[in-house]
């Protein structure tokens, strides 16, 4: 799970990224060649999880505030670290990987039935909720937690996208889901009306699922919105801080300016992976990223937690390597192609795009090899199927294989589309629409140059990059031809999460559609439906490599970039960061030196 | 004079109301990413979407959602509350406020003294080298950037990664009952910037008048009678030429308490500009109305508070 997953393409998360990505290049890779060695740097990979010293204070200094702490509605980068820290969902990820889930309040794995149809989860005995509930969790409260992510109060944004084969979970609202029962009070199980199993059990690592206590709760989930998140209860090593009452919001988490988190008494470790080497995590809110990257590098104890500077990423690049850590696996940008009408609608025209598309000079915009890796198809590093589905290098087809553009087979592509000159000479000027905010526009001035030496005529324009999803991408009606700077990321380690929103007919909807260029090919559509059910995660896997393999194959749009993320951290912390999160620092997991 | 407070009065409320029912339109109707889609998150049903909107009152016709915002401000002084984290927007903006005082008076405090000062100076020795060389910095400091001088003060100065680790760095502001001695130390950089930039133009300004004002006849006359050339400037040079500066420095002040982004961003002072920044980028609108509607108080209280202070310094004003 990337921070775009859950933040889907936000403006906060593209905007730091891009910020911090593109003058990178200024420091590793400006020069005409964009491959950086990266030996010496950390990478969620090769940082110890189990080593650490017990104690101490960490301090992080973060730019950007806590979107929302209620576990039943988080979904960004930021909060997540905060929620895997205090709360426990039936499963989760350790730090190193993002393929293989680990049970967290489940006390084994998922077991599916043969059918697909049934999801049996057993929970942990003696997990207790942090005052002032103190009692022990039971399945009812898991339970409990889905029936309130129905709730329109609290409105959580993936149970009608994971869970809606849940009987009865389309129609919830608030209420107990007919299809979640509790046989006992260790036992919960998921009632599927189609034999999606798989998904669903991969999709209980969401924060989604982590307990929540009714009759504290309610009350709360009763407000319009709910503010449960004010005053939640936590079942992790760590919980917000609290008055007697519970109450977090102004003593335990102050918007805009800080957060503390503290351990909880009721947490047990010998019920948990994590081994939670700190005592209190304080994090400080709404720093500028040029003057807390560097406060973070010269000082002590410290880290950040959103993404850092450029100026910082090349200040640690040069003289703090060693408290630098690149993470792969943090989501993609690619350009969505109208695929539905207009001159994108020929898979030719769209071969011939990629193929004279230069993307090594879209990574430099972005910063060069240090944080990214040219794009050659979807599924993306550390997503299952991507080795499957062609690695680094990609596909072998001839558009493929000039990650620096080539005119030629471009004009080959132009001829087979029916234009003999090898340019365009219809008389459609392309709707170009692309995001403000570096380096967006520069990918996107890219991509035009490409298109106009192609033959077209375009009309670019650079809207904020909500703007670019809310009123022009994700509005098929508006008929935009071209959007160069689309990004995503998985909701968790499958396949299905990076191309079935994207590439799948059955997602475009009329407004907030994540289908941007409108891919509605009906053998690809059929792939999908059959790869959604497929049981076991390495048969999905390879289903989804796959397709992935068949997206290329139609050049459903042009990809560009994988992204990856740095982050900072103090010379005295020994920072483990999750590979499954963009690389954020693990509170349950770092320590101090 | 009573009479003009109070038309001044009632005039500043229908400002209110009127900056007030712009924002709500502006924010509301130009293109900007919904508050319920963006809240809902990237894979959200039009199911869902739609009950966030009902839960944010969003689904209710412009007019009704207007109403019951001013309702509740003008009745109850109830400003809403965030759609994220569901404080209240008054709260939030009262955490906040002391920081933005502090900061906002400190600095005026120094940017008034110095630039009068210097301006003074500059004035009385025009042409001189030190009119030169002051008001050649004063350029400069007119032409940097708030947010650069910033960054180089606290690479300069800051205790943790400045050169010379002189003043507590960004991050280190505490409020004043907390700690006043730590407050004011935490203040002096971020004062120092903010200042910088305004002693600079008030230091042009009062140059100006006062080079003016000192050809005036009124000073012949004073110079006649025997007063001394102190007297003369201060007396009657500088108080006359001290109008034009009232009249800004109630404006910056007014502006300056309805948030200095900037300087509370490099500076990581909690203030109301920065709520205010991070409400737009979120489009959290109940705090953006909240904040614009403090600062546009702010702007009404300190024009007021400058005209009625004119009369006073001015012989020559008197309000019916």
């Known amino acids: 799970m990337i921070r775009t997953a859950r933040a889907g393409v936000t403006v906060a998360f593209v905007g730091a990224l891009a910020l911090a990505l593109a003058l990178v290049l200024g420091a590793c890779g400006s020069s005409s060649s964009s491959s950086v060695s990266s030996s010496g740097l950390k990478t969620p990979k090769t940082e110890s999880p189990t080593a650490g010293k017990r104690g101490g204070t960490l301090t992080v200094l973060n730019h950007g505030d806590f979107e929302n702490l209620d576990p039943g509605v988080a979904y960004f980068l930021n909060d997540y670290e905060m929620v895997y820290a205090t709360q426990r969902p039936l499963f989760s990820y350790e730090p190193n990987t993002f393929s293989k889930q680990t049970p967290d309040m489940a006390s084994g794995p998922a077991e599916i039935s043969a059918d697909g149809k049934t999801v049996t989860v057993h929970i942990r005995h003696g997990v207790h909720f942090s005052p002032p509930v103190n009692r022990e969790v039971t399945s009812a409260d898991v339970a409990y937690a889905f029936d309130r992510g129905a709730n329109p109060n609290v409105a959580n944004p993936y149970i009608q996208s994971y869970f809606s084969s849940v009987e009865g979970a389309e129609k919830a609202s608030g209420g107990p889901i007919p299809g979640i029962t509790t046989p006992d009070r260790y036992t919960i199980v998921f009632h599927l009306t189609e034999p999606k199993g798989q998904l669903v059990a991969d999709a209980l690592a969401l924060p989604l699922s982590a307990p929540v206590p009714e009759e504290y709760a309610k009350k709360y989930d009763a407000k319009k919105p709910s503010e449960y998140g004010n005053y939640q209860v936590a079942t992790g090593p760590y919980m917000l801080k609290a008055d007697s009452e519970g109450k977090v919001l102004g003593i335990g988490y102050q918007p805009g300016k800080s957060a503390t988190l503290v351990r909880n008494p009721n947490w047990s470790p010998s019920a948990d992976f994590r081994p939670a080497y700190l005592d209190e995590i304080d994090i400080k809110i709404g720093g500028d990223t040029n003057v807390i990257g560097r406060q973070v590098l010269e000082g002590s104890h410290e880290v950040q937690n959103d993404t850092p500077a450029a100026s910082i990423v090349q200040l640690a690049y040069e003289k703090f390597r060693s408290q630098l850590q690149i993470s792969p696996g943090a989501g993609d940008h690619y350009i969505a192609v109208n695929n539905k009408k207009g001159p994108f609608s020929n898979v030719d025209v769209r071969k011939a795009f990629w193929a004279g598309l230069d993307r090594t000079a879209m990574n430099k915009a972005r910063g060069g090899s240090l944080v990214t890796d040219v794009q050659t198809h979807f599924l993306y590093p550390e997503i299952p199927g991507f080795e499957d589905a062609g690695g680094l290098v990609g596909p072998k087809v001839d558009y493929n294989e000039h990650p620096e553009g080539d005119m030629a087979i471009a004009e080959k592509y132009m001829k087979l589309a029916g234009y003999p000159s090898g340019k365009y000479t219809g008389t459609n000027t392309l709707e170009i629409v692309g995001s403000t905010g570096d380096p967006a526009p520069e990918d996107a001035e890219i991509a035009n140059n490409t298109l106009r030496s192609l033959g077209f005529k375009t009309k670019l324009s650079l809207v904020d990059h909500s703007v670019m999803y809310a009123k022009y991408c994700g509005v098929p009606a508006e008929e935009i031809d071209v959007c160069p700077n689309v990004a995503w990321g998985a909701d968790f380690g499958d396949g299905q999460t990076v191309l079935d929103p994207t590439f799948n007919g059955k997602s475009i909807i009329p407004s907030g559609n994540n289908n941007w260029g409108q891919v509605n090919d009906p053998t690809i559509n059929a792939a999908m439906e059959k790869a959604e059910l497929i049981l076991g995660s390495e048969a999905r896997a390879k289903a989804w490599a796959a397709i992935d393999r068949e997206l290329v194959a139609e050049a459903v749009a042009i990809p560009y970039d994988w992204d990856k993320t740095p982050s900072v951290e103090s010379k005295d912390v020994a920072g483990v960061g999750d590979l499954w999160n963009s690389g954020a620092w693990d509170y349950s997991f770092t320590s101090l030196k | ?320």
């Open chain 2, 1 to 320: 004079m009573t009479r003009y407070i109070i038309r001044r009065l009632l005039w500043g409320v229908a400002l209110l109301i009127l900056v007030s029912a712009l924002t709500f339109v502006l924010f509301r109707i130009l293109p900007t990413g919904e508050p319920a889609r963006l809240r809902a998150g990237r894979l959200a049903t039009p199911k869902v979407i739609a009950a966030i909107r009902s839960d944010l009152g969003l689904n209710k016709p412009l007019i009704v959602q207007f109403w019951l915002y001013m309702k509740g401000i003008f009745l109850h002084f109830n400003l809403g509350y965030s759609y994220y984290s569901s404080a209240s927007v008054k709260s939030l903006i009262a955490n906040r406020l002391g920081a933005t005082l502090s900061l906002t008076f400190g600095a005026a405090v120094i940017w008034l003294l110095s630039g009068v000062a210097v301006g003074i100076i500059s004035g009385v020795r025009r042409g001189s080298k030190l009119d030169r060389g002051t008001m050649g910095t004063a350029l400069v400091l007119i032409s940097a950037p708030e947010y650069w001088l910033g960054l180089i003060a606290l690479y300069l100065f800051a205790a943790d990664i400045g050169q010379l680790k002189v003043f507590p760095g960004a991050g280190s502001y505490v409020g004043l009952t907390g700690d006043p001695s730590r407050w004011f130390t935490s203040l002096i950089l971020p004062w120092l910037v903010l200042a910088a930039t305004n002693a600079a133009i008030y230091a042009r300004l009062i140059r100006g008048s006062l080079i003016d004002a000192m050809g005036e006849d009124y000073i012949r006359t004073a110079r006649a009678k025997g007063l001394s050339e102190r007297r003369v400037v201060l007396r009657h040079g500088v108080r006359s030429a001290i109008n034009p500066i009232m009249t800004i420095l109630g404006l910056d002040i007014g502006v300056l308490l309805g948030g200095a982004v900037l300087v509370e961003t490099v500076f990581d002072i909690p203030g109301i500009g920065r709520l205010n920044y991070d409400a737009i980028t979120h489009s959290d609108f109940p705090i953006i109305q909240g904040t614009v509607l403090i600062a546009a108080l702010f702007i009404i209280v300190a024009n007021i508070v400058v005209d009625v202070a004119y009369a006073y310094l001015d012989p020559r004003v008197r309000y019916s």
